[in-house]
Nanobody, 124 residues
Framework: QVQLVESGGGLVQAGASLRLSCAASGRTFSRFAMGWFRQAPGLEREFVAA????????SYGDSVKSRCTISRDNAKNTVYLQMNSLKPEDTAVYYC?????????????????WGQGTQVTVSS
């Protein structure tokens, strides 16, 4: 089992930045690829970013590609999502997910463990 706890969400104005964190506990964090997804009311869960176990390989969703950076610190069992130039359409609950594989995926169905989510609200 892996337990994931997200933090860092909040209410910000358009153009601001946020850094989300996801702290993992349980099984060996470095053996898991990690991902961030988001879900806005009435919409399906959307891929945001993912990172391989080593941190070398990253993937981004088209809507955030130029504005977000995913990173991880395996010594701290934590994965981060730095989001810049936030827009109102970024408003959603952001979820951290762990995949029992060394390589990341953009498909939510490939992830085995999920956090409870953190709300990000961007006002115009």
């Amino acid at each position: 089992q892996v337990q994931l706890v997200e933090s860092g969400g909040g209410l910000v104005q358009a153009g601001a930045s946020l850094r989300l964190s996801c702290a993992a506990s349980g099984r060996t964090f470095s053996r898991f690829a990690m991902g961030w997804f988001r879900q806005a009311p009435g919409l399906e869960r959307e891929f945001v970013a993912a990172i391989s176990w080593s941190g070398i390989i990253t993937s981004y969703g088209d809507s955030v590609k130029s504005r977000c950076t995913i990173s991880r610190d395996n010594a701290k069992n934590t994965v981060y999502l730095q989001m810049n130039s936030l827009k109102p359409e970024d408003t959603a609950v952001y979820y951290c997910a762990a995949r029992g594989s060394t390589y990341q995926s953009t498909d939510a169905d490939d992830y085995d463990y999920w956090g409870q989510g953190t709300q990000v609200t961007v006002s115009s």
